[in-house]
């Protein structure tokens, strides 16, 4: 059975820093591309960041670029975000996915969710100003 198990969102003061980790089983995780996304309250879910495990290569959205990393642990088929300099309009709820197997990349053309075929259930992170 293939489960993505998300965890370590909290409450965070604006400029502060978290580490989430979505650990993923039930597929092999060399083979897919783990996807993250979040959603705001009243707003559509929106791609964050991707990486290919098979390569280790990620992509990011604008409005994270240079705050967010996804590093991944192949050998413990976990995934890592770091968000740091957070600010109040990064407050979501925030969801791994995977797709796959493919050999396919991360890029801009994975941030989109209908790409997707497992979900997590989701890890609130809050930042207040």
């Known amino acids: 059975e293939v489960e993505l198990v998300e965890s370590g969102g909290g409450l965070v003061q604006a400029g502060g820093s978290l580490r989430l980790s979505c650990a993923a089983s039930?597929?092999?995780?060399?083979?897919?591309?783990i996807g993250w996304f979040r959603q705001a309250p009243g707003k559509e879910r929106e791609g964050v960041s991707c990486?290919?495990?098979?390569?280790?290569?990620?992509y990011y959205a604008d409005s994270v670029k240079g705050r967010f990393t996804i590093p991944a642990d192949n050998a413990k088929n976990t995934v890592y975000p770091q968000l740091n300099s957070l600010k109040p309009e990064d407050t979501a709820v925030y969801y791994c996915?995977?797709?796959?197997?493919?050999?396919?990349?991360?890029?801009?053309?994975?941030?989109?969710?209908?790409?997707?075929?497992?979900w997590g259930q989701g890890t609130q992170v809050t930042v207040s100003p």
């Open positions: 990486i290919s495990a098979r390569d280790g290569r990620t």
């Open positions: 996915a995977a797709v796959g197997p493919t050999t396919g990349q991360a890029s801009a053309f994975m941030l989109t969710d209908r790409w997707y075929d497992y």
């Open positions: 039930g597929f092999t995780f060399d083979d897919h591309i």
